[in-house]
């Protein structure tokens, strides 16, 4: 069976499904290992920039391969690839953000659980979505 290869969109879409779909499922399943995991990282003085350097990097790249504004779950990975890079942008302009965002955030093993599975959920429309309709 040939299949044709990927637009551009297509790649970006199913790549972000992916990761929304495995990260979210490890947050859900190993919350305490990433709390551990995050909370020695979380105090380094440069965690800031490279948190905010990955997110305006990874956003950047979702933002100029897909800048996609339709009635439809597609809008999703635009939505993700603007908040990745305004959160980036702000970490590195404004690293005092970064500490105050955490102290704000609870990191208990229900709300890192909480966050994989919005991800796990997120990641299962944009498949659902890409399933009907590819």
């Given at each position: 069976m040939?299949?044709e290869?990927?637009?551009?969109?297509?790649?970006?879409?199913?790549?972000?499904a992916?990761?929304l779909?495995?990260?979210?499922?490890?947050?859900l399943?190993r919350?305490?290992?990433?709390?551990?995991?995050?909370?020695?990282?979380?105090?380094?003085?440069?965690?800031?920039?490279?948190?905010?350097?990955?997110?305006?990097?990874?956003?950047?790249a979702?933002?100029?391969?897909?800048?996609?504004?339709?009635?439809?779950?597609?809008?999703?990975v635009?939505?993700?690839g603007?908040?990745?890079?305004?959160?980036?942008?702000?970490?590195?302009?404004?690293?005092?953000?970064?500490n105050l965002?955490l102290?704000r955030?609870?990191?208990?093993?229900?709300?890192?659980?909480m966050?994989?599975?919005?991800?796990?959920?997120?990641g299962?429309?944009?498949?659902?979505?890409?399933?009907?309709?590819?």
């Amino acid at each position: 069976m040939i299949h044709e290869p990927l637009s551009r969109q297509e790649f970006v879409e199913w790549f972000l499904a992916a990761a929304l779909l495995v990260v979210g499922a490890s947050l859900l399943i190993r919350s305490r290992v990433w709390i551990q995991a995050f909370s020695g990282v979380a105090s380094h003085p440069l965690a800031p920039l490279a948190s905010g350097l990955y997110a305006l990097l990874v956003g950047i790249a979702i933002i100029l391969t897909h800048n996609v504004w339709v009635a439809d779950a597609r809008v999703l990975v635009t939505a993700i690839g603007w908040l990745a890079a305004v959160s980036g942008a702000l970490f590195l302009l404004v690293p005092e953000s970064y500490n105050l965002l955490l102290r704000r955030l609870p990191m208990t093993p229900r709300f890192v659980a909480m966050r994989g599975l919005v991800r796990l959920t997120l990641g299962g429309v944009l498949v659902g979505y890409l399933l009907a309709h590819g």
